[in-house]
């Protein structure tokens, strides 16, 4: 056995079943250092045998282990450690641009005299592919190999570069497309819970480069999404630097209802939490109530915690996580992992209760039936009252009224204004399969079963199907205008569904399997059918979709549906035999069965029992050991990709997809001095809420978008645009799509919804002018005018995504000030050099005075401190006295300022790399 790092002599032998392995007691650590941590939460007990086991005297250090040791729940020190994960996962929209980056890097280090093969991950990664299907068939058992073709056809390019990558990187390997999403690949098979490298035992831990990472949290894992930018530096050996966290108990106790699903009780946790505001804290979830939860229950929860914004959501180890482990197929971790747990108190006691910074408590039994919505996964609705909340919303949120009202009214800046009749008020037509059928607002005509949330959880799948075959004993029809879809997490689900003859009778409402990866819920639904795409806009219908995700942001589902609800799948049936917002899922019908007669929910939902029977009884371990036995196989299509050899990747000047980034080009072996910011002008102002999604390119490309027009003018046909998120390694077209949702508003252009601004460098008539926010920037970057956004509160909250930060920096973005932060974006921007900055409390765009036409000046020395205050010079265009203020400087550690003086994480590892 190799020599350990043992800098406080906690190494102990673990007795197992015919073998030992080594682990770090933290037992041990308690009685060597003299610090108590029996009544650490489990999170900060993981947290802390990681700094303890990588104690090596130069990136983590002795003084690490005693401050991470010195938590106490109710004092925010600030204080800083360092976190080595033990492995990173990728998804390929993110995972892709992160390959693209270290291939970069490999070039760059050569032509600074380097060793390009230094460039490599030194921790295990893994990327799934599971990002780039789109819905473009379905209703039909055909769709998902119809789909899987087209996925291929589209994306050939970057599957290339992946298979490149493969052999190029070590450690790491790819889950080829058509074979599951990357939080469920994980949670079913890639976790261990204890890890076991060369003899010596430690908690499975990660980040991702999805934001639903979190899954894994529901199986006693820690791990939550990252920026690609962030991964990039944990692949390359470096820690992530964090703060002590807040950690947020969650009582549970008591057993949910009957009638309530995982989703029903992940909305009203998501509701509770996001008004309680744990925004950057870890949640743990104990309590009498947590043995009541199965595995997949836990991870449905944990998978949420982006929505309401805790960096995790952890469920500790117990029976359930080793009954799970055995149950799909890794029973050889299982001994370990319990083991491992009790002696190290990571094991989940009834009565043991550990001291938290605030704690919540739910009520299982409490949890009723509900979806959420129309824009904002945290805004919970009960079920019995979601059609009076849609008919209040039509008016109140989208300016509408519905058949008996007078007039439609446009919000525009949140105030009603009279506008001219509604053309959608009384239903539009369309002739849909040969018959004509009457649209209105809040027609249902996206309904998706999606992968991401709920797709793990056997219980609220077989009930959609349960009531998907009730329906289909009555003669029950999905509304012709509804696109239905059902995408599976993994090719489990779909062996199990159709060995109880369950599968069929999804396939008879129209949701069959469209593909094993993530679609609606990214964005990813495909087009509208041509006769009800043509209904909506000739009516500017509010339509909706409902979808059993977890994201329902504006223009995030589809760039036609304005009104989306997250609903549990058997809810994501029932509306689509309903066909509308409008109906009362408890009181109206459904609609009509074979005879006339008209069915309410309640005369098909299945039963509770004969759903515990199936989910017990149909899910086999061995559909896990088969499937995942092959799960690098994939499938004729990739196994026929070629790709270059060789550790330098070849980059083809002409791709559409694969372009080297610009980001080290030219970089010098050591960082300039910092300088004030001088002469800046604003690029956007906005208000709040403002997501990743409005920031980050995502969805269809549109031919009038500055994007579009690009791949037109280097030969692309809009039939062949793809989607941003296949082009994510193409920074021309990500840069051009930044800030360019077709939802978000800038108030520095009054009036417009899309990516749009008021340039003031001046024109050829010497007047501001309101353009594209690109045509802007790049005015802006040829009067070398430097940038900066405004916002308000939770700015970037949503996905992990790299291009929020990347394109923001590629369009000459120096500074983002805000209200406040949401955790990823923030050190995303950091990641990229570009400083965040944040108004003191009480404080806001609007209570200064700012209007937007100002100049910018932001005192930035070699003298910059985390948190510290930096002051701002606002000079009107006009003329007149400036307006100076306060912000705090959101670098939050000393490591984060040493990132941001490199100009981003990759160019000091870098140099980094270079000076050792």
Known sequence: MPARNDAFGTLRTLELSGRRASYHSLAALEEAAGVDISRF????????????????????????????????????????FPFKPARVVLQDFTGVPSIVDLAALRDACREMGGDPSSINPLVPCDLVIDHSVQVDYYGSVDSFRKNLEKEFQRNRER???????????????VVPPGTGIVHQ???????????????????????????????????????????????????LGQPLYMLLPEVVGFRLRGRLSRHASSTDLVLKVTEMLRSEGVVGAFVEFFGPGLPMLSLPDRATVANMSPEYGATMGYFPVDDVTIGYLEATGRGEHAELAERY?????????????????????????????????????????????????????????????????????????????????????????????????????????????????????PKVLIAAALLARAARKRGMKVKPWVKTSFAPGSRVVVDYLSASGLMDDLEALGFANVGFGCTTCIGNSGPLPGPVAEAVVKGRLIVAGVLSGNRNFEGRINPLVKANYLASPLLVVAYALAGSMAVDMLRDPLGMDASGAEVLLRDILPDAGEI?????????????????????RGTEEWRAIHSSGGELYEWDPASGYIRRPPFFQGIAPEPERLQPIRGARVLALFGDSVTTDHISPAGAILPGQPAGRYLVAHGVEPADFNSFGSRRGNHEVMMRGTFDNIRVRNRLAPGTEGGFTTCFVSGDDGEPAVMTIFDAAMRYREAATPLIVMAGRDYGMGSSRDWAAKGTFMLGVRAVIAESFERIHRSNLVGMGVLPLQFLSGESASSIGIEGNETFDIAIGDSLEPGAPLTVEASPSGGGAPKTFEVLCRLDSPVEVEYYRNGGILQTVLRNILRT
């Not at 401050?67 to 020190?77: C, D, I, S």
């Not at 199986?219 to 991964?231: R, S």
């Open 612 to 632: 515990e029977r199936l989910a017990s009884s149909l899910v086999r371990e061995e559909y896990f050991v088969r499937r995942y036995a092959e799960v690098h």
């Open 185 to 235: 690949v994980n949670l079913e098979h890639l976790a261990t819970v204890v890890r076991n490298e060369n003899g010596l035992a430690f908690p499975d831990s990660l980040v991702g480069t999805d934001s639903h990472t979190t899954m894994i949290n529901g199986l006693g894992v820690v791990g939550w999404g990252v920026g690609g930018i962030e991964a990039e530096a944990v692949m």
């Open 341 to 457: 747990s009790r002696v190290q108190g990571l094991w989940h006691e009834a009565g043991h209760e550990p001291v938290f910074s605030r704690m919540l408590e739910l009520d299982l039994g409490s949890v009723t039936p509900s979806i959420a919505g129309p824009k904002r996964p945290q805004d919970r609705i009960d079920l019995d009252s979601a059609s009076q909340r849609w008919r209040r919303d039509l008016e109140t949120v989208y300016g509408r009224q519905g058949a008996d009202g007078a007039s439609a009214m446009v919000s525009e800046g949140g105030v009603a204004v009279q506008d001219a009749p509604d053309p959608g008020r009384n239903g539009i037509s369309a002739v849909i399969d040969g018959r004509p059928w009457t649209l209105r607002h809040g027609s249902v005509v996206i309904a998706a079963i999606t992968s991401c949330t709920n797709t793990s959880n």
């Open 41 to 80: 939460p489990k999170t900060l007990k993981i947290l802390l045998e990681s700094v303890l086991r990588n104690v090596d005297g130069y990136s983590v250090r002795r003084e690490d282990v005693l401050t991470v040791a010195g938590w106490t729940p109710r004092e925010r020190t600030g204080a800083e």
């Open 159 to 173: 599957y290339e570069f992946l298979k490149w990558g493969q052999q190029a990187f070590d450690n790491f390997r």
